[in-house]
């Protein structure tokens, strides 16, 4: 096949291009506008591939989009392209309308334009994969609120998002449904928790984290550290999505998770505690934990159900949180230089999100 991944120099789509060059014989069209988050350094292992090909384009720009299903006249599009962090959303919603909704629109409609001229079996065939999250669901029952057996996000869970990139997530995923109901495009969701792994952009926890753990500065936590998140290993997800856009049901939608529901405090804890292992010194690096304000809005509670990824696709997350969280640091200690390229200045690793 020739896959187009919109957003594949980000993180979770950079993991997903390595995967189908290093593990398939599909080829990769990755198309991607290298915002502040999209690195073409997390690549280099593919790069040279005669598989891949790279197109900087903006998912707002329709005649590029045009031009690229025209050129590479793709069998599959799998749509990560996207605005996605909480903090800059509070501050800075108009970038995520713009990118996240009307850069989806923009590329279902370049996609349908692309779908309805194809011969009829390369029509059946062809796939409109939307990758999204679980935070268009809004937050869950927390122990601290419900004791007894928790609830978790299922397909069938309604939406409530809390953030404006939750929400506009959650308007992109009404709008690829829709395409599928109103015109026929074959389109499938997946709603993804959070993800962890190398290569990540050290604005979201674990990687901001390391790093200033590293260099001796303060480690935030917000609120009480009490929120809850389900963790899944990055690689995890790229090969569950895979699996979705391959063998998944035109029309559906897949919830896929970690399996590892943890609070922020002892996701923190537990790095420090790896880290005084690994990169031992006179303090401990929990010493470091500050208690900051928390975000306005802020979910306290996100766990996913994955039974139907399991039971339909046979797929499961192949790593524990300890495993896939070692080998996270371990990524993280070994390729400083990766992290020193990816900052260039204008984010230094301040407090973002601060609404008054």
Known sequence: ???????????????????????????????????????????????????????????????????????????????????????RSIIGSAEFIQTNIVGTYQLLEAARCYWEKLTESTKLAFRFHHISTDEVYGDLPHPDEQG???PMFTEQTSYSPSSPYSASKASSDHLVRAWFRTYGLPTIVTNCSNNYGPYHFPEKLIPLVILNALEGRDLPIYGRGDQIRDWLYVEDHARALYKVVTEGTVGETYNIGGHNEKQNIRVVQTICEILDVLVPKESKYAEQITYVTDRPGHDRRYAIDSSKMSEELNWTPVETFETGLRKTIEWYLTNQQWCKNVQDGSYKRERLGIYQ
Not at 19 to 37: C, P, W
Not at 50 to 61: A, K, L, M, P, S
């Open 1 to 87: 096949m020739k896959i187009l991944i919109t957003g594949g120099a980000g993180f979770i789509g950079s993991a997903l291009v390595r995967h189908i060059i290093e593990n398939t014989t599909d080829a990769v069209i990755n198309l991607d506008k290298l915002t502040y988050a999209g690195n073409l350094d997390s690549l280099e292992k593919v790069s040279d591939s005669e598989r891949y090909t790279f197109e900087q384009v903006d998912i707002c720009n329709r005649s590029e989009l045009d031009r690229v299903f025209l050129a590479h006249k793709p069998d599959v599009v799998m749509h990560l392209a996207a605005e996605s962090h909480v903090d």
């Open 148 to 150: 007894g057996e928790l």
